[in-house]
């Protein structure tokens, strides 16, 4: 039992550091935030706030992976490599896709509450 929460206490660090760390995460984060309290505000029902949910899973996800590829790229190429930037650029343009997927999903989530809210829509 002893390892599993040490295991826990890994993850957690991982997490902290890439929030610390990184610009991108911070975004994200702040991005999920207002998303969900956006879903809190709005009374999504369980299955939207599920779509949200995951798509913020996706992105962050994917920006931990991310950082953990540069991370390890540039421990073991200190120097420029172009093989390393392509792989850096690929790993990027899979957190770029989540983050358009992701945005897509919060248009097709909060826009209608939104517009019903203003008073542009009756539902």
Known sequence: MHKLFQSFRYAWAGVRQCFFEERNFKIHTLAAVLAIGAGLFFKLPVSQTAAVLLAIALVMGAEIFNTAIENTLDLICGEYNEKVKKTK??????????AIVAAV???MVFLPPFLEWMGWLSL
């Open 89 to 98: 650029d690929i790993a990027a343009g899979a957190v770029l896709i989540c």
């Open 105 to 107: 999903i919060g248009v």
